[in-house]
């Protein structure tokens, strides 16, 4: 069973910044793709952002686009997710997920086989 471990969300001002990271307890995570999913209050869990497991393809939807930033370390086991210029609607708890075997990115959280507690951002206007 792979744990994955969340750090890093809080509090911030509209226009901060915040760093979410994600460990990983599996040592084959090389291989998996990971990605970065949150839901807000009444709404349905998106994706934000997800990493083929090589890091060489990315998604990010189209409201973080140009403001965050998913980033991986393979030596250490961990992902990451930079917000910049965070706004109000930014608002969620935060999920990492990994799917085994990621031989691309995905982004329909039933294609992922393990995730993070959740971590919660909120910023406030």
């Known amino acids: 069973q792979v744990q994955l471990l969340e750090s890093g969300g809080g509090l911030v001002q509209a226009g901060g910044s915040l760093r979410l990271s994600c460990a990983a307890s599996?040592?084959?995570?090389?291989?998996?793709?990971m990605g970065w999913f949150r839901q807000a209050p009444g709404k349905e869990r998106e994706a934000v952002a997800a990493m083929m497991w090589s890091g060489g393809s990315t998604y990010y939807a189209d409201s973080v686009k140009g403001r965050f930033a998913i980033s991986r370390d393979n030596a250490k086991r961990t992902v990451s997710l930079q917000m910049n210029s965070l706004k109000p609607e930014d608002t969620a708890v935060y999920y990492c997920a990994a799917r085994r075997y990621g031989s691309r990115y995905y982004v329909n959280q039933n294609e992922y086989d393990y995730w993070g507690q959740g971590n919660q951002v909120t910023v406030s206007s």
């Open positions: 599996e040592r084959t995570f090389s291989s998996y793709a």
